[in-house]
């Protein structure tokens, strides 16, 4: 009697190698010890493994499927790309965050489950393994892999926030606030002025919501739609009726010149 063939699966199927944070560990040091350009004998120093491994060229594969590192091929040198520059040489923490977002979105099912909780809360692991299964098409025994594999690389792209409550919500931009967390914020922002009523910056995962500034105001960072910032400034004291009377005025002059 014949035996009954196993069924494989393809690399491409299965998770990358290192999460998120871990490829970027390596190319900061690949930055960092060498300006961004390494051989493969100096890559294997920094990552740990033999050239001649299978860990060391799925890494370097993982490194190249997160988009931070190109190669000409098998033994040429690993050089950062543009992103994997943004990454550990950012001029601002925003230039990182989206270069963060960047990789974390070039894994195509992370990508597809991103799109699907964008802006809401983690599902629990029942529908989660099946979200991964019936969405992404997953085989069954690699769903639970890909999970922690997911739950891994988007904290490291600061794609979560953690809630009061303990579940996670994935943010729709990496360290902005939602909409819903800006109100939350915004409301008790006023009660945590000093007695000379300045404010110390208040923020939430790596976003900031609340900057104390010169004579008297305070910054607020507010999530629009698209993934768009809205900058706000108002003086330390401010009050609902202060709130309401500005809402009324910007009701004014920019929906009345919307419908000219």
């Excluded at 740990?48 to 890494?59: A, C, T």
């Excluded at 040429?76 to 040489?89: E, Q, T």
Aim: with cysteine.
């Amino acid at each position: 009697m014949a035996k009954k063939k196993r069924a494989t699966v393809g690399y491409g199927v299965k998770p990358p190698y290192i999460h998120l944070g871990d490829a970027i560990e390596i190319i900061k040091r690949v930055y960092e010890d060498a300006g961004g350009s390494v051989s493969e004998d100096e890559l294997s120093s920094i990552v740990g493994n033999s050239v001649g491994s299978s860990s060391f060229r799925m890494k370097v594969q993982a490194l190249k499927s997160y988009g931070v590192v190109t190669q000409e091929g098998a033994g040429k040198r690993v050089i950062l790309s543009d992103p994997g520059r943004r990454l550990v040489a950012a001029l601002t923490p925003e230039e990182r965050a989206l270069a963060q977002k960047e990789s974390f979105l070039r894994i195509d099912t992370y990508r597809k489950l991103y799109e699907l909780w964008a802006g809401k809360i983690l599902p629990a692991e029942e529908f989660f393994l099946n979200a991964l299964r019936e969405h992404c098409k997953i085989p069954q025994q690699l769903t639970k892999a890909w999970m922690e594999s997911f739950s891994h690389s988007g904290k490291a792209a600061g794609l979560f926030q953690e809630r009061p409550d303990g579940k996670i919500q994935i943010r729709i931009e990496p360290g902005v606030l939602t909409s819903k967390e800006s109100a939350k914020e915004l409301s008790g922002s006023s009660k945590n002025q000093g007695a000379n009523g300045s404010t110390a910056a208040q923020t939430t995962g790596s976003g900031t919501l609340v900057k104390p500034l010169p004579g008297g105001l305070e910054r607020f960072h507010i999530p629009l739609l698209e993934g768009r910032l809205a900058v706000v400034e108002l003086p330390h004291g401010w009050t609902e009726a202060d709130i309401a009377k500005m809402l009324q005025i910007m009701k004014v002059m920019f929906l009345w010149e919307k419908e000219k």
